[in-house]
């Protein structure tokens, strides 16, 4: 009598111990571990294991690290790294062109991707100037770090900071122009 | 903000000598280049404004420099007989009297240059708007603006571009140098060059126009004041800080500038370009 009791309540258990088991398999998060290396070429493969096993919503924070890693070790060679490491990222699905060409130019190109539009300067960056500035200046900040403290490409940031001054004063005259219509 | 009436004849003055180096350059830019700009910021009325412009300015800095070396010898001679503190003697007196005749003198001058000079101010002003907002404003995408300002700067070396704004405290030879400096680099970066030029003396001439208005408003306020003062042989802070200023927009005697060393320039291997750049 009462081992009939026993039993199912037995089994019964141990199904809910295995379902729990189960699902908390299947939302277990990957570890998604940071690269442990100093070497940029080695913690760029680290990374590229991570992204392919269920990491890549941490792609921003994997991109920062590689960055800092780079910063440890600056050369003109490591722009190329970057490169390719985005190019492989698009090719793998994890990133879309779009997203890759802004990685990479938001760090190591000269030219300001705050600054695409497809209107005129009176009817689109002149209403919204002041976050355009906003914008140009974390770009600019982005910049530093990548052509400067991890390329070593000096001259590149300089024409930077040179440009973004320049397009201040250029912007700043021509909306002046423009509200006086 | 806080106006101080006896401070804007040497804030417009500022602007106005400013005005004068700009122009000059901004005329030579554009008849030494060959092929003519692509950017059509400049046609012939607003080169022809900007030269109407120089003469004025030029006029009135002329005119000024002999009252304002007149200025700065009574000034010294105020200083070297130690009058400070000594108001009551009457050789101070005296002096003070002659040093608040030659301000007189100054204020006259601008009275009687400053409506030609409003006039050719805002005419370029005016000629340079328009020609901004249809070319730049207009005309361009903010990309497209970006592009125009790299053109001609060749990659890896950057030419140091003279600074523009904020020409306060340094010799007026000095601005002009710079001018021409930017003149003789300018075949290489045209459209850059321009932009950057006219839109430089477009917001110069923008703060002038302001000024010059505000100026005139004053100018009578602070002659009765200064007429007041002669009465007593008196040498006012302001009108002291007025011929300081003056003094150094023509011998740049305050540039306190400190200058930082900028990092040595890169080395040259940036040959790399990216399949994802632009």
């Known amino acids: 009598m009462n081992t009939r009791f026993t039993l199912p309540v037995a089994g019964l258990a141990s199904v809910l111990a295995a379902a729990a088991l189960l699902a908390s398999c299947a939302t277990t998060p990957p570890p998604c571990n940071s690269p442990t290396t100093k070497n940029l070429s080695a913690a760029i493969d680290q990374v590229q294991t991570e992204l392919l096993n269920g990491c890549e919503a941490q792609f921003d924070r994997y991109y920062d690290e590689l960055l800092t890693i780079a910063e440890g070790d600056p050369k003109p060679e490591n722009k190329r790294a970057f490169s390719e490491f985005l190019v492989w990222s698009k090719d793998q699905g994890l990133l879309s062109r779009r997203q890759a060409e802004r990685y990479y130019n938001t760090y190591f190109n000269v030219k300001f991707v705050a600054l695409e539009g497809d209107y005129n300067n009176c009817s689109h960056s002149c209403p919204r100037r002041d976050r355009v500035y906003l914008e140009m200046e974390r770009e600019l900040n982005a910049k530093e770090r990548g052509l400067l403290k991890v390329s070593l490409d000096n001259d590149g940031y300089y024409r930077a900071n040179e440009l973004y001054q320049e397009v201040e004063l250029v912007l700043e005259a021509t909306c002046t122009a423009c509200a006086a219509r | ?278």
């Open chain 2, 1 to 278: 903000m806080n106006w101080n009436p006896e401070r804007i004849p040497a804030a417009a003055l500022l602007a106005c000598l400013a005005l004068a180096s700009a122009d000059a350059a901004l005329a030579a830019t554009v008849s030494n280049k060959p092929d003519g700009p692509t950017i059509r910021l400049f046609p012939t009325t607003v080169v022809e404004d900007l030269r109407q412009t120089s003469t004025v300015a030029r006029e009135m800095e002329t005119g000024l420099q002999e009252v304002i070396g007149r200025l700065d010898q009574q000034q010294q001679l105020y200083i070297d007989s130690k009058c400070e503190g000594a108001e009551d003697d009457p050789g101070c007196q005296r002096m003070a009297k002659q040093l608040g005749a030659t301000y007189l003198e100054m204020l006259a001058i601008m009275e009687e240059r400053l409506p030609d000079m409003e006039h050719t101010v805002n005419n370029t002003r005016l000629s340079l708007e328009k020609r901004l907002r249809s070319e730049l404003g207009n005309k361009m995408t903010p990309w497209m603006l970006q592009e125009t300002l790299l053109a001609g700067a060749p990659e890896g070396k950057t030419a140091p571009a003279p600074k523009l704004r904020g020409r306060s405290g340094m010799r007026l030879s000095e601005r002009f140098k710079q001018y021409y400096q930017l003149v003789s680099t300018s075949g290489s970066r045209s459209d850059q060059s321009l932009a950057v030029l006219a839109a430089d003396v477009y917001l110069d001439m923008e703060e002038t126009s302001l000024l010059i208005a505000r100026t005139r408003e004053e100018i009578a306020r602070a002659t009765v004041m200064e007429q007041v003062n002669q009465s007593f042989g008196i040498v006012t802070p302001e009108m002291m800080e007025v011929v300081g200023g003056v003094k150094s927009i023509l011998f740049g005697e305050t540039g306190s500038d400190i200058q930082i060393a900028g990092p040595p320039p890169a080395q040259v291997e940036q040959a790399y370009t990216s399949p994802l750049q632009y």
